[in-house]
């Protein structure tokens, strides 16, 4: 059973636009949401991440919107560039333990020149 | 380089070998985690480590798997008896428990990405 689901599975975008990836939950015992971002042949490298004490939370071009009643959450990118093309995962884990992630099923993000 | 570090990168391997990898996570980590992601998917948890103890482990690892972090830095995880199926990225992670409002991240390394024919 997927704990994270994500959408959508391939995302296409023109240089300069918002891409936007949304993700669902249904354990409310998650209380640590972090996004990865992955290249080819690389690992997952930590993009952003929020707790579900605030709603948003910005860096740079990225920002993530929580929506805890809903359950949901989802990463906009602004002003997509072509080097942000990479496969995104969304990933929730129970922060006081520590333990595992549990991720969703990947974003394939193209952004067009 | 101070990041996590997994070795081999690529392993090619025939069907019914044994086949054995290492992570080197980074030195002030005392958590361990492996995880498994196979084409188009997200990472999947295997097994994590708290020091040298090992604390969970998914149904995912079957008895051919077993993983191992003596003195609590570098870990393994073996195979036994390979089939075509185990073929996936292996990804090795750290994190500090030591605080736990602050870094949480959990770092990720390249991976070794197996191939069983």
């Known amino acids: 059973q997927q704990q994270v689901k994500q959408s959508p599975q391939s995302l296409i975008v023109q240089k300069g636009g918002i891409s936007i990836i949304n993700c669902a939950y249904e354990?409310?015992?998650?209380?640590?949401f972090p996004w990865y971002q992955q290249f080819p042949g690389k690992g997952p490298a930590l993009l952003i991440a929020i707790r579900p004490d605030v709603s948003e939370k910005k860096e740079g071009r990225f920002t993530i919107s929580f929506n805890k009643s809903a359950k949901q959450f989802s990463l906009h990118i602004m002003d997509s560039q072509p080097g942000d093309s990479a496969t995104y995962f969304c990933a929730a884990s129970r922060g006081s333990t520590l333990g595992r992630l549990y991720f969703g099923r990947g974003t394939q993000l193209t952004v067009w020149p | 380089d101070t990041g996590v570090s997994q070795d081999p990168r690529h392993k090619i391997t025939k069907r019914g070998q044994n086949v054995t990898f290492r992570c080197d996570p980074i030195s002030e980590h005392n958590r361990l985690y492996w995880y498994r992601q196979t084409l188009g998917q997200g990472p999947e948890f295997l097994t994590y480590f708290q020091n040298e103890a090992q604390l969970e482990k998914s149904r995912l690892l079957s008895d051919r798997f077993s993983a191992e972090r003596p003195k609590g830095s570098f870990s393994t995880l073996e195979i036994q008896r390979t089939e075509q199926g185990d073929s996936a990225m292996y990804l090795c992670?750290?994190?500090?428990?030591?605080?736990?409002?602050?870094?949480?991240?959990?770092?990720f390394g390249q991976g070794t990405r197996l191939t069983v024919v």
């Open positions: 354990n409310t015992a998650f209380d640590y």
């Open positions: 992670a750290s994190r500090s428990t030591e605080a736990y409002w602050k870094n949480t991240e959990a770092f």
